[in-house]
């Protein structure tokens, strides 16, 4: 990697942080946003042969161009396969489709995502735009990464609505329910850190801090119990090169960056 | 089967399949020349209460010249399947809404709709129900394969459910716990397509989104297409027909019927009109000003493309063919 550069926002962070968690070769649901940006990243970088689906039909994309809608032009710009909704959907739930990349105005310790309401259902105090794709690939996808702002508003211990399936209330809440045995949420990906979730409790657990952040930072931003490595790592920043790619090729436009 | 877990969202559509074939078996499959404006198509079948929806998302190949028809005549008391950007903000933006089927409303890279905040927030929408949206897309492939109800593994465990008319039964064949949605008929349907012949025939270019399974989901169907294309090139290319005539009672000849939104290989969306909007819906007397200006305020598609001027469409036209934007001077 090349050498870091002492100068991004923390959007970069983010799309950076969740590029380095795209492998080459696997397939990833991608939604609208930072998951498009880092998936463009990755393309140049490490991962020419991510398989990107989006929700609306297009595989296989080449993301030169960014998309701004999820059934945009660019999600199938030279793509391998232009099909709909069910069909992709249905890949996922028959297994196909590794990692599936997801956001959320709250999260709780079992990764549960809410992206319906604050407050109460009936009467919101907040009205958000309600699950889209995110409780299909939260319930299908093998592996989901959240990519989050953390603070203690948004990390919370009880989440207003369950609107995307993490872990649930915990080990075997998943199988118990009926979603598919063997997926979940895999990280959880911050301005301030990396989290995974502990194999037994599947409680969210601390695996790496961004640069510069101190755990105590971390803990103090979460609104629940965050469980901590025993050997919490630290991340690397943006490389000069993730940089100059990002901000040349990928978002030149400064759409979203 | 036993019964594990019913949502407690209202059922809005009843999935009445029988009746659903007694409508199929009635519907005209004579091949006849159905083309009308918008506001015949509106006039004749949408009315106050019906349950509407469309396709596919308000900045991708959206009947908006249809929305906004619908917005000009008033029909109120709508209810929605709920899965939608610009189109659905609009009928929003005028109270035109009484229950929501509701995946997604929002304006995606500019966040919540502000409408929909509104709306719900004021309780001037009397019923949320919640989907995912391959929930949704399922429920209108239930109907398309004339079943009442499809099993799927999308929704369990979550509020998602609890809040959704979904039903959690044991599978009679595994003993696992499966998700049963049911099917959803709409009263109309509206679907944006890149060429139609005069019976209603259709394609469409690059992805599908849930085009197929509503199309087959909808009692009426009516379509908008940026082209008449006369039968022969159906005829040519029979596997490239997505709808059939027969599925369909109205076609309308809209071209850049998905402005401002994009209609792929055409043209791009419109990103000026759709900041406009954005910045205008924040608030209920700049969303009443917007849509004076652009729907009650001109008389149908025609006069709406002459104000948006064909300078700026063939930009956008322009851009979809290669041009850079800033080429293209928008």
Redesign the interface.
Known sequence: MSPASDSYNPSELLICTASRLMKDNTTAFIGTGIPMLAASLAQRMHAPNLVTIFEFGGTGAILEQLPLAVGGENTFHRALAASGICDVVETAQRGFVEYGFLGGAQIDAYGNLNSTVIGDHQHPKVRLPGSGGANDVGSNCWQTIAIMRHDKRRFLEKIDFITTPGYLSGAGAREAAGLPPGTGPYRVVTNLAVCGFDDVSKRMLLLATQPGVSVQEVLDNTGFELLVSSHVEENLPPSAEELHILREEVDKDRLYI | MELIEAGQGKLIQYPDMNEFREWNRKKSKVLVDKRMTEAEAVRRFIHDGAYIGTE??G???CPMSLVNEIVRQGVKDLRIA?QG?FELDMLLGASLVKELD?????L??YG??NC??RE??S?RIET?V??????I??RF?AAAMGVPFIP?????????LK?SAAK?VECPFTG????LLPALILDVGMIHVHRADIYGNAQID????????MARASKTLIISTEKIVPTDEFRNHPDRTIIPYYLVDAVIEAPFGSHPG?M??QY??D?QQIKEWVQASADPQTTRAYLDKYIYGVNDHGEYLDLIGMERLQQLQHV?KGAS?DESGI
Do not use: H, Q
């Open positions: 596919l998302y900045t991708v190949r709920g950007v509701l995946t997604y409303i929002g995606e890279v919540v709709s929909l905040r719900v927030e309780g949320c919640e989907w995912s949206n391959a929930g897309a399922w492939k799927v593994r999308s929704m369990l465990g979550t509020d998602t809040y959690v696992e716990k499966i998700c690059g992805i599908s989104g849930f085009a197929l399974e994009e792929c290989y791009v969306r990103e979809a934007y």
